[in-house]
């Protein structure tokens, strides 16, 4: 049964760090890029950070460039997102996806993760 059990949101403080985790299994997770989206209450589900299936390659969105990074390791079929000097702004639900395409929309991924909620306020 594939999924994607993404993990490590919580409340930090503006300016705090988290790092998110993207679990995989059921599927062959190494063939596959993984992107990282969020999705704000009223708000369309956007983008953050994408990687490819080596994880040589790797494209952010404006907001997430030089505090985000984004990483996977295959062989333990997770993805992970690196979060830095998190905002306000920042606060969402998370999501992780696989898809066989290095882009930053939704309709480049297949698979979804079930979310993991962000919370940056002081």
């Known amino acids: 049964q594939l999924q994607l059990v993404g993990s490590g949101g919580g409340l930090v403080q503006p300016g705090g760090s988290l790092r998110l985790s993207c679990e995989a299994s059921g599927f062959d997770f190494e063939n596959y890029a993984v992107g990282w989206f969020r999705q704000a209450p009223g708000k369309e589900r956007e983008g953050i950070a994408c990687?490819?299936?080596?994880?040589?390659?790797?494209d952010y969105a404006d907001s997430a460039k030089g505090r985000f990074t984004i990483s996977r390791d295959n062989a333990k079929n997770t993805a992970y997102l690196q979060m830095n000097s998190l905002r306000p702004e920042d606060t969402a639900v998370y999501y992780c996806?696989?898809?066989?395409?290095?882009?930053?929309?939704?309709?480049?991924?297949?698979?979804w993760g079930q979310g993991t909620q962000v919370t940056v306020s002081s």
């Open positions: 996806a696989v898809g066989r395409e290095l882009v930053l929309s939704v309709e480049g991924y297949d698979y």
């Open positions: 990687t490819s299936v080596t994880g040589l390659t790797t």
